[in-house]
C-alpha cells in the first residue's frame, strides 16, 4: 500500500466520482493504479477508463474484493441495487464511504454485516481543482480511524466540515447543489460583461475572479457577508444602484428558495427511494 488510504474501489464512476478522482491524482494522493471502480454499462467503463487511466472491474464484486475503502457513488436510485450486491460480501475492516444522496449511514448499515464501518459524505464538484467543500458524518459502526482513512480521501479535495446526519439534506441543498446556482451568477455576470461591451474572454476572467475573490474574502476574514458589501458601497457610488437593481430582481429570495427546493428534493428523494 503506497498511501494512507489503501486501495480505494469507486462504485459508480459518474460526474461527482470523476472529480473526486481528477482532484485525487492531481493532488498526488492516489496513483491510477490504486483506483478501481465500476459503471453500469460495460461501455461507459471503457471510456471512464481511458479518460482517467483507471481500472475498472468486471463488476461490484470484484470491485470490493481488490478495495480497502469503497466508494459508493451511485444515484439514490440505483443504491438498493449496489448494496443488495455487495451487501452480504463486504468484510469487518473495509471501510464504506457513501457519497449518495438521501441515503441514511442507517439504510447502507441495514445492509451489511454488523460492524462495516460506514461515513457518508456529500462532496460538491470543485473537488475537481482541490476546491471542493464535503460534509460528512458517520454511521455507528465508524471509529476515528475509518473518520481519518475517510478524511484522507476529502481533505486534499478541499475543505471538509463533520456535520450530525439530519443536516446532510440542507448541505446536499446548499454546497452540494451549489455549484451550479454559482455558475448560473457566472454566466450572468459574464454575458452582463458582454452586453456591456467586454470581450468574452475578459468579462469571463473578471466574473470568475470577482466570485473567488469574494468568497475567499469571506473566509478569510470571518467578517460577514454584509459588512464586506458595505465596505464596496459608497455614498451615492455605482455599486448602490447596482444592489437596487439585485433587491428588485429578488436576488436573494430566489437563492434562498433555490436551496430551500433542493433540500426539500433531497428530503422526498429520500423517502421515495427503496433501500
Ligand atoms: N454531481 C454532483 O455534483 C454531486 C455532488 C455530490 C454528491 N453527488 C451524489 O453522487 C452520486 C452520483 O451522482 P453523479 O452526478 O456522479 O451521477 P452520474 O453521473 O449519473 O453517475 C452515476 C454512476 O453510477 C453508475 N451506476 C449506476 N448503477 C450502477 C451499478 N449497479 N453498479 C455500478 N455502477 C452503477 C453509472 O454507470 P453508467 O454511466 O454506466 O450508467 C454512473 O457511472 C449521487 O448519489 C449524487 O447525489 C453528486
Given at each position: ?163 450530525d446526519e439530519k443536516h446532510m439534506n ?106
Amino acid at each position: 500500500m503506497g498511501n494512507k488510504i489503501g486501495t480505494v474501489g469507486i462504485i459508480g464512476l459518474g460526474r461527482m466520482g470523476r472529480c473526486m478522482v481528477k482532484g485525487l491524482i492531481q493532488a498526488g494522493t492516489l496513483k491510477n493504479t490504486e483506483i478501481f471502480f465500476t459503471t453500469k454499462h460495460p461501455e461507459t467503463a471503457a471510456l471512464v477508463a481511458k479518460e482517467l487511466s483507471v481500472k475498472a472491474c468486471k463488476n461490484n464484486l470484484e470491485l470490493i474484493e481488490k478495495s480497502e475503502i469503497i466508494v459508493v457513488a451511485v444515484k439514490p436510485q440505483n443504491c438498493a441495487e449496489v448494496l443488495e450486491e455487495i451487501g452480504g460480501k463486504i468484510t469487518k475492516g473495509k471501510t464504506v464511504v457513501s457519497i449518495v444522496a438521501s441515503i441514511s449511514t442507517e439504510q447502507i448499515e441495514g445492509k451489511l454485516p454488523k460492524g462495516v464501518a460506514v461515513i457518508r459524505a456529500m462532496p460538491n464538484t470543485p473537488a475537481f481543482v482541490g476546491a471542493g467543500m464535503t460534509a460528512w458524518c458517520a454511521g455507528v459502526s465508524a471509529f476515528e480511524k475509518d473518520w481519518s482513512r475517510a478524511m484522507a480521501l476529502f481533505e486534499p479535495l478541499g475543505k471538509v466540515a463533520r456535520v450530525d446526519e439530519k443536516h446532510m439534506n440542507a448541505v446536499t441543498g446548499l454546497s452540494g447543489c451549489g455549484p451550479a446556482y454559482i455558475y448560473v451568477v457566472l454566466e450572468s455576470l459574464t454575458d452582463a460583461g458582454i452586453k456591456i461591451g467586454l470581450p468574452r474572454e475578459l468579462a469571463t476572467l473578471l466574473a470568475g475572479q470577482t466570485v473567488l475573490g469574494a468568497a475567499s474574502m469571506l473566509l478569510a476574514t470571518g467578517r460577514h457577508p454584509a459588512a464586506l458589501k458595505d465596505e464596496v458601497t459608497t455614498p451615492a457610488g455605482c455599486t448602490i444602484d447596482g444592489l437596487l437593481e439585485l433587491e428588485e430582481g429578488r436576488l436573494r429570495v430566489t437563492l434562498i428558495k433555490a436551496v430551500v427546493q433542493a433540500t426539500k428534493r433531497a428530503k422526498a428523494l429520500a423517502k421515495q427511494v427503496k433501500v
